[in-house]
């Protein structure tokens, strides 16, 4: 709880300094004629950073910041898809399997749809 709140907080003292520094989080001399055109260009919205990034393809991400970061985002991307694929059947399969025939070794409720319900 404690390291959400201390995150939440990170992010709203950042939604603040953006506007009150714009010079220390904003303008990037290199790439600032790209960053006042659309799809780039930030609205003066106390949330247009949350929002900013659901425009912009990782294409238009690899010609502003580079193909490091590009790639970062696809692998990112990539991850969250396998995860998806693999995870999700194998909680729906697994943890029904292990809380009903696991041999009931778990102390507590929430160990039921853990491995370690399991018995020997």
Do not use: W
Request: proline share 5%; hydrophobic share 50%.
């Amino acid at each position: 709880m404690t390291n959400m709140v201390m995150a939440l907080g990170c992010f709203v003292c950042f939604l603040f300094l953006r506007k009150m520094y714009p010079s220390m989080f904003q303008h990037n001399q290199e790439v600032h004629e790209l960053l006042q055109n659309e799809p780039y260009k930030l609205s003066d919205g106390l949330l247009a950073p949350v929002l900013a990034p659901l425009r912009v393809k990782v294409d238009d991400a690899i010609e502003i910041a580079g193909l490091d970061h590009g790639l970062l985002i696809e692998f990112a991307q990539f991850v969250m898809k396998v995860m998806l694929l693999i995870g999700a059947p194998a909680v729906c399969v697994l943890s029904p399997l292990y809380a009903f025939s696991g041999g009931h070794a778990a102390d507590n409720r929430l160990s039921l749809i853990g491995f370690a319900n399991v018995s020997e």
